[in-house]
């Protein structure tokens, strides 16, 4: 399948079993695996990251497969979840960016149509998230306020 604006075509990858299988050769037990994610997560570290952490540190392949929870679920049952979604604040911070480079470089053509793009983009993710009900209904994206929603 075709990227969104690109029309390019991603390279194959890696991908994880379709049935999650419980490792034998993992020692932490369930409950110790939501601690150590509700630890990393005070620690101010997004959900992607703690993954990679309890990947690489403890040696845990998939949270889900052994606790039966995905990270963000495990965080919302300990009021530990982040406000806005991860991919929501990272389109964001990249719209900021985009922003800030069209300042020094208001003739950037190229940029103009990136920063459209990014815009449609944060755009439908929220709309999708509103949907969900992980935004409330009345959230509006407003790039002039957008670095005090990103911080």
């Known amino acids: 399948m075709a990227r969104m604006y690109s029309r390019a075509r991603g390279k194959a990858g890696s991908r994880k079993p379709s049935e999650p299988v419980k490792p034998v050769w993992v020692s932490y037990k369930p409950k110790e695996i939501e601690q150590l994610v509700v630890k990393l997560a005070k620690a101010e570290m997004p959900p992607s990251q703690i993954g990679l952490v309890l990947r690489d540190t403890y040696g845990v392949p998939s949270v889900k497969a052994l606790t ?67 935004l409330p209904e009345n959230w509006q994206y407003d790039k002039t306020k957008a670095k005090l929603l990103v911080g």
């Open 68 to 134: 039966e929870k995905r990270i963000v679920e495990i965080l919302k049952e300990n009021n530990a979840a982040p406000v806005m979604p991860e991919a929501l604040v990272a389109l964001i911070r990249s719209h900021i960016k985009i922003l800030k480079h069209m300042e020094e470089n208001k003739h950037d053509e190229l940029g103009k149509r990136g920063e459209l793009l990014i815009q449609s983009k944060i755009n439908k993710l929220a709309k999708y998230y509103k949907r969900t009900g992980v």
